[in-house]
């Protein structure tokens, strides 16, 4: 049974400070793919072997799982990805406003924990502080990928990136969120909803020239 943490709880709060992008991978000169939510890192993985001129990096706020995940990217040799153990609310900002040159040219956040209950809502990892982050440290034409199996948490999440104007879908024609997968790999959560047969609410966005 896969375990929650409560990402608003007093733990989770420690600001972890997330190492530069210069100490992370080999070649420092390509751009980054940045993963919210990574889980046990399997699609990074794949996508980090197959594709050695970008550099990925995986953010996870359940410890045990970076763990695992820097095991097997040490044992496979990946020089081009890293895990890193933070809850991305609290400590993405100040790593993201870090560059002196802007590197992160997608972001992708991946079946988010749901959070159903009204109370919970809160601890939904894509709020407005996150959007607003992102586009204030990302550059025009920085990609944003999401996607989900639960209706509700998609509409929230466009609410939330649509109402902060600091984004455009890539297709503007795009209103069905049932868009293909543009990566040639699935995450965990999206093999075991496509096995079920379940829908997959996808969208990708570019950020906009809008300044803040
Ligand atoms: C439902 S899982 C999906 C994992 C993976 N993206 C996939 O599609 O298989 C959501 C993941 O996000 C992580 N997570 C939730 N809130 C987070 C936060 N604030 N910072 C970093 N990771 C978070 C959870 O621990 C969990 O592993």
């Known amino acids: 049974m896969r375990q929650h943490v409560n990402p ?25 793919h940045l993963d919210i939510g990574c889980a046990r890192g399997r699609f990074l993985l794949d996508m980090a072997s197959a594709t050695p001129m970008w550099n990925f990096l ?7 799982l970076v763990i695992a995940s820097e095991m097997e990217r040490i044992q496979f040799n990946i020089n081009n ?6 809850n991305a609310n609290v400590s993405l900002d100040a790593w993201l406003a ?16 749901p959070w159903f209950k009204l109370r919970h809502r809160k601890r939904r990892v894509l709020n407005s502080s996150l959007v607003l982050s992102m586009a204030r440290n990302l550059d ?4 944003l990928f999401i996607q989900t199996d639960i209706l509700e948490v998609m509409e929230d999440m466009v609410q939330q990136i649509e109402s902060s104007q ?12 049932t868009m293909e997968n543009p990566f040639p790999f699935c995450t965990e959560r ?3 909803v496509q096995k079920k047969g379940l829908p997959i609410y996808r969208q990708l966005y570019l950020r906009n020239s809008e300044i803040e």
């Open 8 to 32: 608003l709880s007093r733990f989770f709060q420690l600001d972890n400070e997330l190492p530069k992008a210069n100490k992370l991978f080999d070649n420092c000169d390509l751009p980054i």
């Open 58 to 64: 995986g953010l996870e706020i359940r410890e045990s």
């Open 81 to 86: 990805l890293k895990f890193l153990f933070c």
């Open 98 to 113: 870090s560059f002196e040159k802007r590197k992160v040219e997608m972001v992708s956040i991946q079946f988010p924990d």
């Open 140 to 143: 025009e034409g920085s990609k």
């Open 166 to 177: 600091f984004y455009d879908k890539a297709l503007e024609d795009n209103f069905s969120f």
């Open 190 to 192: 999206e093999i075991y």
